[in-house]
């Protein structure tokens, strides 16, 4: 069966990377950029919270926090993220790193209406970050705003030219609203940064089998020229002269 943009909606969307090389999804049937214990997602255990960190009495127990929250997440254990990042929202709630992380979690979530509105004050708080940028992408991939989606994608190849996993968003989002030649650019353009890739190469592959299932386009048959009709002149008779 030839696939089609259709059927792989999900699974690319729900496998796109948020930063870096981290596993942007829990699921395990993830295709892209996905971590390699992301298949052991039903057996990852949760983070037990620290009581201090949870209090953010100091930087050091809301770095040590953060981070436990960052682990839970490239492990593929999401829930236990997003319980430790809503507490934490609670006592650090303009702390640009919580809410970024916070957002790049519910996106994985694929909550993408609440990550969009933690990743745009993150922004705020630091728009120096490009993976706020890339992770702001896949949340409007997910709503199917794709022009949005690729304007955070630009934002974040600004702020990190050439960066892999952001090629790659940007080329899943070309895929999805059906821009295949714009993707194959962008992949191609990442296979070049990262140099051999399994992963890109998967990509690449799934794309030119999708190209090659497209229909031809239609040749318009030619139309035969029509021949105007003849042009008939009626003679007129001279008027007599005057006798």
């Keep these: ?32 950029f996905c971590g390699s214990n992301t298949a052991k997602t039903a ?24 981070e436990q929250a960052q682990t839970a997440r490239k492990n593929g254990d999401l829930a236990g993220s997003a319980t430790i990042l809503s507490q934490l929202v609670l006592f650090a709630p303009d702390d640009g790193r919580v ?14 209406d609440d990550a969009l509105a933690f990743l745009e004050r993150a922004i705020q708080l630091q728009p120096g970050d490009w993976s706020l940028y ?12 794709y022009a949005s989606a690729q304007m955070s994608y630009a934002r974040a190849l600004t702020l990190k030219p050439d960066d892999p996993s952001v090629l790659n968003n940007a080329a899943v989002s070309k895929m999805q609203s059906g821009d295949l030649d ?53 003679a007129v008779a001279a008027a007599p002269a005057n006798p």
Excluded: H, W
């Design 182 to 234: 714009g993707a194959e650019q962008l992949l191609l353009q990442a296979a070049n940064s990262i140099g051999e890739d399994p992963r890109v190469s998967q990509n690449l592959a799934l794309l030119r089998n999708l190209k090659a299932s497209r229909p031809a386009p239609v040749e318009p048959a030619p139309v035969a020229p029509v021949e105007p009709p003849p042009v008939r002149t009626t």
């Design 43 to 66: 057996e990852a255990p949760k983070p037990e919270v620290v009581p201090d960190a949870l209090t953010a009495t100091s930087s050091t127990n809301l770095d040590m926090a953060i």
């Design 99 to 112: 809410l970024g992380e916070y957002g790049k979690t519910l996106a994985a979530q694929g909550k993408s």
């Design 1 to 32: 069966m030839k696939p089609s943009i259709a059927l792989l909606a999900a699974p690319i969307l729900l496998s796109l990377t948020l930063d870096g090389a981290e596993a942007a999804s829990a699921k395990s049937s993830c295709i892209f």
């Design 134 to 145: 890339s992770a702001q992408g896949v949340a409007y991939d997910q709503k199917g705003q």
